[in-house]
């Protein structure tokens, strides 16, 4: 028993030391006119499997954390390279227990800046202690 209030102790610490992204719903009111259809449509759907999205959120939020904002006098440029939808991603498994996901900037996402699209990190993930194993940019 005392194991295992330890152990909960240590999980309330870790993830009280973690910033969490707040979740914003609408408003009931305001989503009541939305209706899920009888089955997801089968044009466009891309089935994701667990270790791989986990590893996909963990590299996001690295790269482009959602807490980091722009400095005050950004223009719409700078704004736009700190959200994460501005952020393409592939990830592939790598050897056993690492995932590799690339990240890099949207192809107009931000604008037309050439420049910009060099914009992005490959990184190597360890998905049994899900560290960071490496960043090659």
């Given at each position: 028993m005392?194991?295992?209030?330890?152990?909960?102790?240590?999980?309330?610490?870790?993830?009280?030391?973690?910033?969490h992204r707040p979740i914003?719903?609408?408003?009931?009111?305001?989503?009541?006119w939305f209706k899920f259809p009888s089955n997801l449509p089968a044009e466009g759907q891309?089935?994701?499997?667990?270790?791989?999205?986990?590893?996909?959120?963990?590299?996001v939020d690295d790269f482009v954390p959602w807490y980091a904002k722009p400095h005050q006098n950004?223009?719409?440029f700078d704004a736009c390279l700190h959200e994460q939808a501005s952020y393409d991603v592939v990830a592939a498994p790598g050897p056993e227990g690492?995932?590799?996901?690339?990240i890099w900037l949207?192809?107009?996402?931000?604008?037309?800046?050439?420049?910009?699209?060099?914009?992005?990190a490959v990184y190597a993930v360890d998905v049994r202690n899900w560290r960071i194993l490496a960043v090659q940019h």
């Open positions: 005392k194991d295992i209030l330890l152990l909960l102790v240590g999980f309330v610490l870790s993830a009280c030391a973690t910033p914003s719903f609408v408003p009931a009111k305001e989503a009541v891309v089935k994701i499997p667990a270790t791989l999205a986990a590893a996909i959120q963990l590299v950004a223009d719409t690492v995932v590799f996901v690339s949207s192809p107009g996402a931000c604008g037309h800046y050439r420049w910009a699209l060099d914009l992005g």
